[in-house]
């Protein structure tokens, strides 16, 4: 079974940067979608960013477009997706969630009903 474990959470100030990174392991993920999404209390998941593998292809929700880079380093073993989030603001603060498919395609790959693989998260707070 696969395995994804984020890690780089933390309280900020507005401005300030994080990067998150999300160990995957027991599959093979470098053939995977993955994507990050975020949950803030008391409301829906909404996509962050998204990479398909081989060709790395990105795609990002448009409030952290500019700001955030989703990168990966695949490896067949223990591959590693990133997440650099720069310029945080207050309205940034949720729990960050690593996800993945099975899929090489971009089709939905803002919908998380599409994601089959997730981890537990890691929480991001920015203060004001």
């Known amino acids: 079974q696969g395995q994804l474990v984020e890690s780089g959470g933390g309280l900020v100030q507005a401005g300030d940067s994080l990067r998150l990174s999300c160990e995957a392991s027991?599959?093979?993920?470098?053939?995977?979608?993955m994507a990050w999404f975020r949950q803030p209390p008391g409301k829906e998941r909404e996509f962050v960013a998204g990479?398909?593998?081989?060709?790395?292809?990105?795609?990002?929700g448009d409030s952290v477009a500019g700001r955030f880079t989703i990168s990966r380093d695949d490896a067949k073993n223990t591959m590693y997706l990133h997440l650099q989030m720069n310029n945080l603001q207050p309205e940034d603060t949720a729990q960050y969630l690593c996800?993945?498919?099975?899929?090489?395609?971009?089709?939905?790959?803002?919908?998380?009903?599409?994601?089959?693989?997730w981890g537990q998260g890691t929480q991001v707070t920015v203060a004001s």
């Open positions: 990479i398909t593998p081989f060709n790395f292809k990105t795609y990002y």
């Open positions: 996800a993945a498919r099975p899929s090489q395609s971009a089709i939905e790959i803002r919908a998380s009903s599409t994601y089959n693989y």
């Open positions: 027991g599959h093979r993920f470098d053939r995977d979608v």
